[in-house]
């Protein structure tokens, strides 16, 4: 007994191969889709990481530059001649015998001619 709904479709391996082909073909493609657009995705991130990466290297060449600097005035700052520099020019200090001479901004109450000679 023989009923058409549940006969085997017996077809040689030589019909069959396309069609498996063609099914794992599609399968292949379906994983391939997600690991191009990763491929893209991690492109582009590696791409960002290294600009960043130069980016902080070029700061820390900047730090690098300005701590040496940084160094090289405290070495001058602890030395005799700027000790000396600075108490003239900012503290308005003196060696023992020397004078301060301090500008002002005042305008001069009248001639010197006249302080000096007396005369009007």
Known sequence: MTSAPFSRDVRS??????RLLTWVSLA???LAVPLAINLVRSTGVERTNLA?????????QQAQT???EVKDALVFARTDAFTDYYARAYLRWAKAGETVVVPTDAQPAGSWLEKFVGKK
Not at 13 to 18: I, K
């Open 66 to 68: 300005r701590r040496n």
């Open 13 to 18: 391996d030589s019909e069959r191969a396309p």
């Open 28 to 30: 292949l493609l379906i």
């Open 52 to 60: 960043e990466v130069q980016r902080m290297r070029t700061e820390v």
